[in-house]
């Protein structure tokens, strides 16, 4: 038949070269009726073929396929009826259009219509084989299922051999269809296989047959006949594969075709094969070895075929991509790795300490591994990971959005919306595919999820392009911009909505599947056992699915839980989960290969249970990570069963109380069988708690019958009262040995210890309560009161043996003591003692608290209950709009049980505090329980009247009080002294502006009382102070602080004083002066204690406070506007007594102490400000408060608010205006923390190990807030800010660790591992602090010009402070230079490695000299007299600074054009303030003058070392100099000037000063513009440069895009140019490749002009010469004494031939269709083309190494 579809198409494309080459002149056509006639009568008789052929698929119950034949053969008669019309049409009228385009029209018809006959006449052979291979099987079975003495066994071996011998003809005939060698191969290795294993099965069965005891011959002939099964299947898989072209396959019905399933099973196969081979080669099996590489290299290519055969069908491009390039990959491997794998192995099998060809061998199995990976999951179906990605990516489009956006470049912005939209529509089309594929219990809530998210998205995308139009048109609105990025932020959630709606798992399905996964298991080595390897392989495909099943819903878990650490553990479990499931499954399926193999052998089945003890690992790992979320689930699920069985059986309803009694027996036993998943993950680790937890849920499950029995006594006595106590009682046994077991599964022994101590406290007040009111506790309640104390001395136990020293001793006695005190309350209980109750009570509540205490973590355990209940209550708060007061019980309930454990925990502190701060933890957590009392009802009342405003309101302003009060008892509760201070001084603010309002109203009880208070408050300040500054290490600083507490003590008394004498005469406006003066002394007095004793950076404490103010100024802006007068009067009173002035001299002591001078000048100006706008409002707010009911007293207070509210936000904003700079700064305070904790480690002292240990935490936690702050700035750098967030992440948790390190090294003093741990801890978190420097900027380079800048700036002031002889200034700048210089500088040297190369090796010069002098400066700034030494050694620094930055920044003058309007600006200001006589802010404006000036100079130096010419370098140099000389004396002058402002000649000096400065400025800009001028030149050239490179580039791309052919063509010139071409066998060939060669290239010519004539034309010769390679491949054969060369060039020849006569016919059809478009005719011939070049190709390189071994 091939035969004669080459000679229709030899004839078909003459007339349509006839016709082409009429159209193409407007000519007539020839005479082609001859042609048209051979047309047709070859065309009957293929038609006549087919429909007799098509009769046979009838036989295989397929009428189908026999329609299909008989349809392809009609419509092959229609197309030849048309072009015989055509024919005699075109004879009547040879110029006819309408004929010539019939006649085209029936050409390719006929030519589409044999090619589709000759496809379905192959796969008839296909299907032939294979149902033949099918009939070998079922007679086989019969023949083997015999037993002894059958006399049916003749006949049935007779029709056994039979069917074999049919099957091996079929194969010998396909096997002369096949063109592949590599199949020719297989298939003729399965005939002879199946010849080889007749014999011995009708051996082994004849000789059962005559000797029924002869077991042996039965066990041999089983072996036979499972082998046999093997050679069948295997030349099913063969014929398949021999298919010859892309058959429709599935019209078949019944042929096990290929899905992906089979491809799954062959990647399992790849992998446990791989696993055999490693095993063999292990073993130094070199047959083993070399037969499972065999058998590999034949999965990996079924593997292939199976997913091209799944690619050819698959309907998506994006997993038709990765379809194609997992195939790619794989091919590759077979084409190019497979022989150097080989090449491997014999090395390692001759030496197997070979490491290199271990390595070799191990990096090849990883790439067979990836690609075939690839291809299962190019095959897999879309999952919400899928989606997660496509979310994650449309990241990108958006902050390019964003850009262009903010560039108000509208084009750009038009684009990415584009982009964002196709994103969010990509998103959408995904969860659907995902929804629609889901299963069915799953399928219908997935979808009704994503179309209510649908309608969000589709909004929002509507939405967009107005939105970013409208913001591109004005990109300085930021109106428009926050309404374009709300949207944005808005389909962002909601693609985030999409992936929690599509992942589907819970805890409860992981524990399902962890069930299966062990009946999986079970069929697996049944299937081993009977050697059934389809079997074998399906259950380890099935285990596969499961634990694969087991990631998807860990996934969805992790995404999905409110517990953090379920979801760190699920993360963590995932990030390498699929490598691990693939190594189970690779192993399982190697052990399982070895077993089929050697089924004798016991060790393949050890190691198989072994490998899957792996597996059940993983599982349970993936149960007991998500155990606590399961087990709280199941826990509330089975007190609902309980209560419902309770309830039902009261009623009578005895139907339901034995559903809800099995209900509860069947999850008491889920929880159990949970319970001991997580036993076996910690019976390593933590065996006594392993062991608590079986005890309790063997106890779980023993109270089921007992229950049941309780249920059947009340069904036999109904309404016996009796009978339902019991049922009762037993109940809520079986409920609280849940919740023992659900709290042992979720906490360790420590953890339960404290929860336990909750309870206790809990029922020990209620108890008190009930002893108060004069009523005795019932002995049910004391009986629960022992229980719990019971288990808590029991946890005790364990905690203290897991603990040394005074912590160990201090848990026992605790406990002992626990234990003694509960039996005599029992015994007072039984007694009717109250009075001894009571004082048991207080006892019991005091040894409670000592126990906990006992432990060592109450501080962290009472933040770890605060965090929880901050969490509980935020889930209460979002669920109460949504959801029902019955569904709100749950979290209600939480939030209860959170909240006990956090109040219990700040009593128990208290009880250790000093008796001031015990007084207000007890007032703040009286206040926090208050208002949370009032919350329930409040949510009752609002869901009863949901439309009342006024209850909603009530319900939001009552979580916001709960927030407020939490973090007041959370700044109670500290132990920080410097957080003491600060709450300290606060109260003391709020004590003075109490005393302000009494004696401006003249009220002596209230003036006196708040003096007392604010008196009191101050001496507890002084002696806080005391200690916080006895810890300041700088002697110096040490004594400024010491000085300031003397300061204090000093103002309180002037103070007091001031307060009688005015109170006394309160008509005496001078006495009310002094009162005024030495209250805001006082208040300053007070602000300078609290920021001199601080070692918080100042900026974190002005943002801090500031924010504080401003959320103040928002909640009473926001109560004034709403106009309730009892809320006004409410917020008017809380705001008067905030101390809004303390808190604003707080903020302005901290803002001076700013390191950075235009920092401090901003913030300060800034806080004056503020000053000035309180100064107006709090007389507002006492306006307001005498006159309620006037409005515009209100008014203006709201007005004085909104002015607050927007000064302080300026103020966070000019503290946080530059993130790298606080994040150096941060990570310095850090480092000095550590160095604290370091040496308090050496020397075992407990407070400095505490105190850094406090300071680092909170240090790191203001490192991470600003890490966070850069990222969220960093948007448009997806990159950056993914690594910024990763190193937060990287922060939180490291400084837990050094934590937990710390803690565990003080309780251990003697343990040196402890200590060596806790060290470790230290510099493993000092490594990520280290990277929040470098990653606060774009780039290294940067990184390292700034911090420059920093410390030339630095350096300078100093150097100015000693000119002007300013000890103070000196001191404090020598501070500055030893602290966070020297640390910048060695951040400065680690961050050189990530320079380029080119600059790195001369920067690291530079590096050293700042390094060898940097000591110098310091060392010489410490000296009062050093003024000299610091003067060299700092011009030294400024110039290897000045280096420095010439290496890093290639355009210096860039910045110097900047800073140069930024220095005329700082000029305007100092002047400005001097003429003000403004003295503070002079003195900061020229501090910030100078700092600039330092700058603008480093950089003129080091834009001089790259001046174009020498005397712009030396200009440069010059003007630098005389700013630094003017700026040595411009402090001085403007101080002095600033001071008499009225003196002419202080005036004119700072005058003169100023100009000299903006002169020097000027000459530098200048300059600066002209090397900008020079290096815009040379970049305009290399772009230019650059741009002709590229285009030259493209241009040669693009020309070898467009020639693939003549690409193919070139590689077969390649092949033969190193060849001689004679008349020899071998040198005829060569050249007929040559020419085919030629050809090629001609083809690809024609082929891009679309010259349909040439392309026929070519395409014939093609197929001529390759007609003539085959000959001459059969002659160069015969000479060749290598039969596998041989085959090797009659296969590869054949090849060529084949692909030759496809590109005739190919070339025909397309040339016949009416479409012109090159690039659709181009694609089609390109593949052939190249195939055509690789068969020729490898038939050269086989015969070149025939020729050498030639006869």
Known sequence: MEALLESVSDAVSAMVLYSVEADESNAKVLDIAQGAAVVKAASDYLCDMAVKSADLWIKFNQPAMQKRMVDVAANLRQAVNEISQAASELDQAQYSKTAKKLLLKGAKGVMEHMVVLLQTADLYEVTRGIRSCARVTAKKKVLVSLGHGESFFVTAAQEFVTHTVETGKLIQKRIKDIDDYQLKKRLEECGEALRINTEPLLRFMTEYMRDAMNTQAQQDAQVASARLDEVVQETIVVFKLSAKSPFDLSMISDLDLKDDVDLRDAAMRVAGLMGVLQGAIQRGDAPAAKAALKALKIALGDQISTAQQLAKSCGDPGKLVQYENAIRAAQSIIDSDLPSFSKSIEELLRRPDNSTALNRLKA??????????????????????????????????????????????????????????????????????????????????????????????????????????????????????????????????????????????????????????????????????????????????????????????????????????????????????????????STLGRYSEESLDDPANQANRSNLDRAFAD???????????????????SGQKLRGH?????????????????????????????????????????????????????????????????????????????????????????????????????????????????????????????????VASGKMPNPAQMTNLAKLVM???????????????????????????????????????????????????????????????????LEDDFETATAELKRHLDILEQRVPTQSQAQLQGAIRDVDGSLARATFLAH??????????????????????????????????????????????????????????????ANATTSSGEERLFARAAQIGQDLARLEDAVARNNQAEANAALQSAVAGIRVQAQLAKVQAEQIRDPAQRKAALEQIDRLEKFAA?????????????????????????????????????????????????????????????????VLQRGNPQEIANALSRIQQYGLQQQAD????????????????????????????????????????????????????????????????????????????????????????????????????????????????RDTAHLVKAIRLTADGARSNPARRQQLLQLADRLDTSIAALAAAVRDSQSKPAD??????????????????????????????????????????????????????????????????????????????????????????????????????????????????????????????????????????????????????????????????????????????????????????????????????????????????????????????????????????????????????????????????????????????????????????????????????????????????????????????????????????????????NDKRGMIETARQLAVQSATYVQQAKAAAEKCTDPKLKDQIMIHSQAAKNWAVQLKVITAVKAASDDDDASSTRAQLVKCAKSLAKEVVSCVDATKIAAIRSK
């Open 791 to 857: 288990s808590q001395i029991k946890l005790a136990n364990i905690v203290a043996s897991k603990k040394g020293g005074a912590k160990n001793e201090g848990l026992i006695k605790a406990s002992q003591l626990m234990a003694d005190l509960i039996k005599n309350m029992v015994g007072a209980v039984r007694d009717g003692n109250l009075a001894g109750l009571e004082s048991m009570l207080d006892t019991a509540a005091q040894l409670n608290a000592s126990l906990v205490a006992a432990r060592g973590k």
């Open 615 to 633: 597996a059940e690992l993983l599982s349970s790992q993936f149960v007991g990570a998500a155990s606590r979320d399961f087990m709280l689930e």
């Open 1312 to 1649: 040196a591992q402890a200590q060596r741990t806790a060290l470790s801890a230290i510099e493993l978190h000092l490594q990520s602090v280290g990277q929040a420097s470098t990653l606060g900027h774009d780039q290294v380079a940067i990184f390292l010009e700034e911090t420059a800048l920093k410390l030339a700036g630095d350096a300078a002031r100093v150097d100015i402070a000693f000119e002007n002889k300013d000890a103070a200034g000196v001191a404090s700048g020598a501070r500055l230079l030893e602290g966070t210089g020297s640390y910048q500088v060695s951040l400065m040297h680690k961050a050189l490695e990530g320079l380029p190369e080119e600059r790195r090796a001369h920067a690291t010069q530079v590096m050293q000299q700042i390094q060898k002098v940097y000591p110098q400066v310091v060392a010489s700034s410490k000296d009062p007299k050093g003024h000299a030494q610091y003067k060299t050694s700092n011009l030294a620094l400024q110039d290897a600074l000045s280096q420095l930055i010439a290496i890093v920044n290639q355009a210096p003058e860039e910045r110097i054009i900047t800073l140069g309007a930024q220095m005329d600006r700082e000029f305007d200001r100092l002047t400005a303030s001097v003429k003000k006589g403004d003295v503070a802010g002079t003195e900061s404006g020229a501090a910030a003058a100078v700092f600039v000036a330092a700058e603008q100079a480093v950089l003129a130096r080091a834009l001089a070392r790259q001046a174009s010419t020498p005397a712009r370098a030396q200009e440069l140099s010059s003007a630098a100099a005389e700013l630094d000389k003017a700026a040595r004396l411009l402090p001085r002058v403007a101080l002095e000037a600033a001071a008499k402002p009225s003196d002419k000649a202080k005036q004119e000096a700072f005058a003169q000063a100023v100009n000299a400065m903006r002169v020097a400025n000027r000459k530098l800009v200048a300059n600066g513009q002209e090397e900008r001028v020079v290096r815009e030149r040379a970049e305009q050239e290399r772009v230019r440069a650059e741009q002709e490179r590229l285009e030259a580039e493209r241009q040669a791309r693009e020309r070898a895009k467009q020639d693939e052919m003549a690409s193919a063509a070139l590689r077969v010139q390649e092949s033969i140019k190193d060849v001689k071409v004679d008349n020899t066998v071998w040198g005829k060939l060569y050249g007929t490749a040559r020419d085919i060669a030629q050809l090629m290239e001609q083809m690809s010519a024609m082929s891009a002009a």
């Open 1146 to 1257: 707080i903020l302005r002591a901290y803002a001076s102490s700013v390191s950075d001078p235009r920092v401090r000048r901003d913030a300060l100006e800034a806080a004056a400000e503020f000053d000035r706008t309180l100064a107006e409002l709090i007389p507002a707010i006492r306006a307001a408060q005498a006159n309620p009911g006037d409005k515009a007293a209100i008014q203006k207070v709201l007005a004085g608010a909104n002015d607050a509210e927007r000064i302080l936000g300026n103020i966070c904003t000019i503290v946080t205006a530059h993130p790298e700079s606080r994040l150096a700064s941060l990570s310095h305070m850090i480092a000095e923390d550590t160095s604290l904790i370091r040496d308090g480690l050496s020397k075992k002292n407990a407070v400095e190990v505490n105190a850094g240990g406090l300071n680092a935490k």
């Open 1054 to 1118: 002037t103070l007091s004083s001031a307060v009688k004498d005015t109170l006394a005469k309160p008509g005496d406006q001078a006495k009310r002066q002094k009162f005024l003066e030495a209250l805001a002394a006082t208040r300053e007095a007070v602000a300078q204690v609290v920021a001199g004793s601080s070692s918080v950076l100042p900026e974190e404490r002005v943002h801090d406070i500031a924010q504080a103010m401003q959320e103040e100024m928002q909640k009473l802006a926001a």
């Open 908 to 969: 128990a502190i208290a009880r250790q505090a000093e008796p001031e701060r015990q007084k207000q933890i007890m007032a703040a957590v009286t206040e926090l329980q208050g208002l949370y009392q009032a919350l329930p009802p409040a949510i009752h009342a609002h869901k009863g009247r949901p439309a009342d405003p006024a209850l909603a309101a009530r319900v939001t302003s009552l979580f916001g009080d709960i927030h407020a009060s939490i973090a007041t008892v």
């Open 642 to 770: 309980l209560d419902a069985l309770v309830l039902s059986a009261q009623r009578g309803d005895y139907q339901a109380s034995a559903a809800a009694i099995k209900s509860a027996v069947e999850e008491a036993r889920m929880q159990a069988e949970a319970a001991e998943l997580v036993a076996m993950s910690l019976s390593t680790t933590d065996p006594e708690r392993a062991a608590r937890i079986r005890e309790y849920a063997q106890q779980l499950l023993s109270m089921g019958p007992t229950l049941v029995g309780s249920l059947k006594k009340v069904i036999a006595a109904p309404g016996d009262q009796a009978a339902l106590g019991e049922l009762s009682a037993n109940a809520g046994a079986m409920g609280s040995m849940s919740d023992q077991l659900i709290r042992a599964t979720t906490m360790d022994a420590d953890e339960e210890l404290m929860h336990a101590a909750a309870l206790i406290d809990t029922e020990v007040r209620n108890m008190k309560d009930m």
């Open 364 to 585: 090849l199995m990883g790439h067979i591994r990836d690609a075939s990976n690839m291809m299962v999951s190019a095959s897999s179906a879309y999952n919400a990971d899928d989606l997660e990605e496509l979310v994650d990516g449309m990241g990108l489009p958006i902050a390019r959005l964003a850009q262009a956006v903010q560039r108000g470049d509208i084009a750009d912005a038009a684009k990415y919306v584009t982009d964002v939209q196709q994103a969010a529509r990509a998103q959408l089309l995904m969860a659907d595919q995902i929804s629609q594929g889901a299963r069915p219990e799953h399928r219908d809530r997935l979808l009704q999820g994503v179309k209510a998210l649908k309608m969000n998205i589709d909004r929002l995308v509507a939405a967009l392009p107005d939105a970013a139009q409208r913001a591109a048109y004005e990109p300085a609105n930021q109106h428009l911009y926050a309404m374009l990025d709300s949207v944005l932020q808005d389909l962002t959630y909601n693609g985030k909505q999409l992936v929690e709606t599509v992942s589907v798992g819970t805890p409860h399905d992981l524990l399902m599947s962890h069930r299966a996964l062990g009946n999986e298991y079970a069929t697996l080595v049944s299937a081993l056992d009977r050697t059934d390897r389809k079997a074998a392989q399906s259950a380890l495909r099935q285990i596969n699915d499961i634990l694969t099943d087991e990631l998807v819903y860990a996934r969805a878990v992790a995404r999905k839980t409110d517990n953090p650490l379920i979801t760190e553990a699920l993360n963590t479990l995932c990030a390498n989960g699929q490598q691990r499931i693939a190594d189970i499954i």
